[in-house]
């Protein structure tokens, strides 16, 4: 049986970060990754990563902080908010000293444009290829740090006993073989979940399926109810159009050709936070004032210097005229919210650790809680590079201060082929593409950007219907080869637990805070609602804890913008 110190899960920036940390411990790590390292939606990130460098205005870490945890309607552990905004600086100058090209002013300086949210310009930023920009240059430090990288497999489960986590269990998309590897330490980075909706700015591989492969193994998941819709997802299919393009100047527009924007945030206007502007784009569609009668709005440039776009928004341009014939230059873009990040994940502390010895987690697929109930732009790839650097640290330690597990791994393999077999060869009628069809629509018609009581309950209703039809899927594709039937089904079991999670957790938070709206409970209630929501899997049933929120500088207050 394979066997290392340290597994990391994942190829993003959380797992690059995490690698290096842990090497630099001394221990044995591994890696094993679903796509090759550099096809990680990491690589995605348009917008930029934040820090109070204080290069283009003012900036404390304070006012970063402050700003998360308004931003964040009050639901962020403020503890864990100061260990961002205080650790940005010096995460961002780690990343220039491996040699990340970040952009620049005249002078030099590393340039810094304004975001959502944020009360200065503290985007630091490569042109609108960020993400691509990092995880290059981590994945090349990787390549030279003898880090064992499985590519290509996908995790299948997370292999728990006796409150102890002993390693993995993984399919070999290239010969269809079932491994298990066994580690002192299990690390997931293993990203978001935004194909639990149709219309979502997420990358193919985002299933939510490390949350989901924590949540069956008796993990509490943390918050699962607040997820982020952008505001600006290219319309019809909902690819991103980065905040930045509103932090270079861009105007919301809707049909009466007004910037309705200051109707919903009179002060930061298209600068508000992502939940306030995906309701109100959401509102003026709903009440008519969509684009043509069309599902849509404006996000108009066309102010903009024509130099001003080809330099920092050069993506973004390129994306437009080729998805939409639309050259932002000229013509407004066709713009409308889009699924596009899990505040909620994987309950840990802020070292990363979860309730189950070896097994710590970060990145999206955590909730260590900084976010809250709603994450401003910029602060995720924060969150990647500072807590990929703790967790790596966290668990090298931990495999350093531990024996490897015995593991007897007969047992699992077995399940695992009965799985394979059943999938492959069973009786039952369901099929894949239909059934997530069918959960893609019930979340978006019930538990999208506004919810009510009664859609919640009929979602969740045919949830649970769903995850029992899924016990008669089956898939037609019995090849070894990169078998994407296969791969495809497990993706989809891991949607459905997702939906279950956010569901269940939306239907029983009895108030509107951040990105989670309730058309019958309309005002925010820290009397009874500030509290985190944390879901495990009992008796094959959901039962749901809270636990109090930390509060160290600032009391909640009403959240204006
Ligand atoms: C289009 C877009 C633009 C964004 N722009 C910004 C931005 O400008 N600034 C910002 O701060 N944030 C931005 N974000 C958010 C940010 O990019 C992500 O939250 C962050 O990169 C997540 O990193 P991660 O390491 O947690 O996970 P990911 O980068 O999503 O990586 C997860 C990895 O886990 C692997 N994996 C998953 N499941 C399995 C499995 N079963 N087996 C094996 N491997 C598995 C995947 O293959 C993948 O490699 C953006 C997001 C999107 C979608």
Known sequence: MISHDVIIVGAGLTRMRAALEAKKEGVDVSIVTKTYPIRAHSVEAQGGIAASLARVEENSWEDHMFDTVKGADYLADQDVAEILARKAPEAILELENVGTLFSRKEDGKLNQRAFGGHSNKRAVMASDKTGHAIEHTLFEQV??????????????????????????M??????????????????????????????????????????????????????????????????????????????????????????????????????????????????????????????????????????????????????????????????????????????????????????????????????????????????????????????????????????????????????????????????????????????QETMRDNVYIFRSREGLKEALDKIIKIRERFKEVTISDESKVFNTAYTNALELENLIDVAWNITRNALEREESRGSHYRTDYEERDDENWLKHSLSYLQNGEISLEYEDVTITKYEPKKREY
Not at 250 to 260: K, M
Not at 296 to 306: A, G, K, R
Not at 333 to 353: E, K, Q, W
């Open 170 to 439: 993984a399919y070999d998309m290239r010969n269809g073989e079932i491994k298990v590897m066994k580690g002192k330490s299990t690390i997931f980075c293993t990203g978001g979940y935004g194909k639990v909706y149709g219309v979502t700015s997420n990358d193919l591989q985002n299933n939510g399926d490390g949350i989901a492969l924590a949540f069956r193994a008796g993990m509490p998941l943390e918050d699962m109810e607040f997820v982020q819709f952008h505001p600006t997802g290219l319309y019809p299919r909902g690819t991103l159009i980065t905040e930045g393009a509103r932090g270079e100047g861009g105007h919301l527009i809707n049909d009466d050709g007004e910037r309705f924007a200051k109707k919903y945030a009179p002060e930061m206007m298209e600068l508000a936070p992502r939940d306030i502007l995906a309701r109100a784009i959401q509102t003026e569609i709903q009440e008519g004032r969509g684009i043509d009668g069309k599902d849509h709005v404006h996000l108009d440039l066309t102010h903009i210097e024509e130099e001003k776009i080809k330099e920092r928004l050069p993506l973004i341009r390129e994306l437009t005229m080729d998805s939409a014939g639309v050259d932002p230059i000229e013509e407004p873009i066709p713009v409308r919210p889009t699924a596009h990040y899990s505040m909620g994940g994987i309950h840990v502390n802020t070292n990363c650790s979860t309730p189950l010895d070896g097994f710590f987690a970060a990145g999206e697929c955590s909730c260590v809680s900084v976010h809250g109930a709603n994450r401003l732009g910029t602060n995720s790839l924060l969150e990647c590079v500072v807590f990929g650097r703790r967790v790596g640290r966290e668990a090298a330690n931990y495999a350093s201060d531990n024996s490897m597990p015995s593991l007897s791994s007969n047992e699992y393999l077995e399940k695992e082929r009965d799985k394979i077999l059943h999938l492959m060869e069973g009786e039952g009628k369901e099929k894949v593409e239909e059934l997530r069809k069918e959960l």
């Open 143 to 168: 390549m030279k740090s003898e880090v064992n990288i499985y590519d290509e497999w996908h995790v299948t489960r997370l292999i728990a006993e006796d409150g102890v986590c002993k390693g993995i």
